[in-house]
């Protein structure tokens, strides 16, 4: 199982991005019951952004809410970053995570996503 995400890019202060990520191998996934996404500047802790879960409970960091959409797509495998109103602070490489249950496994997994450059300039 890998976690595969694109949409990153350099963008305009204001403007938007949206941000996917596609867990591979579905036959060899049970479920997933988190999907999320963090971001890390140079020199800094990676810091949470946001989660949603299977059910699809939904929680934000202060820096992005009102800003920044989660979804899934459960039948894909799927979560979505909608990203609004970007901030040069926003910029950062963004990963992707996910609580995964691979078949035949009794517990969940964590895994990360190789990250996708967000660039928020003029």
């Known amino acids: 199982v890998q976690l595969q995400a694109s949409g990153g890019g350099l963008v305009q202060p204001g403007g938007s991005l949206r941000l996917s990520c596609a867990a591979s191998?579905?036959?060899?996934?049970?479920?997933?019951?988190?999907m999320g996404w963090y971001r890390q500047v140079p020199g800094k802790q990676r810091e949470w952004v946001a989660t949603?879960?299977?059910?699809?409970?939904?929680n934000y960091a202060d820096s992005v809410k009102g800003r920044f959409t989660i979804s899934r797509d459960n039948a894909k495998n799927t979560v979505y970053l909608q990203m609004n109103s970007l901030k040069p602070e926003d910029t950062a490489v963004y990963y992707c995570?996910?609580?995964?249950?691979?078949?035949?496994?009794?517990?969940?997994?964590?895994?990360w996503g190789i990250g996708t450059q967000v660039t928020v300039s003029s």
């Open positions: 995570n996910a609580l995964i249950r691979p078949k035949f496994y009794v517990s969940d997994m964590d895994y």
């Open positions: 191998a579905s036959g060899s996934i049970s479920s997933i019951s988190v």
């Open positions: 949603i879960t299977s059910g699809g409970s939904i």
